[in-house]
Nanobody
């Protein structure tokens, strides 16, 4: 069973940048498709970005394309999300998620972290 712990959130001004990190343990992480989701106050959790375990191009939500970059370091069991040109609308709790040997980057994920808060001030 995979355990996920996010870090790197914080308070940032609009236009600023942050790098979120997700530390994974308890499994062979390079066999997991891993992604980032976010949930803003009063809204449903939404997909942000993901990387398939077999490689290939990242998958991004339209709302973050060109501003967010997802990457992973399998040797360190880490997943990252570089977020830039932040807007107040990006304010949310950001979650790391994983699912084993999945080619579908959307849909249900089996494992979730507790989230890291990103707050963007205008």
């Amino acid at each position: 069973q995979v355990q996920l712990v996010e870090s790197g959130g914080g308070l940032v001004q609009a236009g600023g940048s942050l790098r979120l990190s997700c530390a994974a343990s308890g499994g062979t992480v390079n066999t997991y498709t891993m992604g980032w989701f976010r949930q803003a106050p009063g809204k449903e959790r939404e997909f942000v970005a993901a990387l398939r375990w077999i490689g290939g191009s990242p998958d991004y939500a339209d709302s973050v394309k060109g501003r967010f970059g997802i990457s992973r370091d399998n040797a360190k069991n880490m997943l990252y999300l570089q977020i830039s040109s932040l807007k107040p609308g990006d304010t949310a709790l950001y979650y790391c998620a994983a699912k084993a040997r999945a080619t579908n980057t959307r849909g249900a994920y089996n494992y979730w972290g507790q989230g890291t808060q990103v707050t963007v001030s205008s």
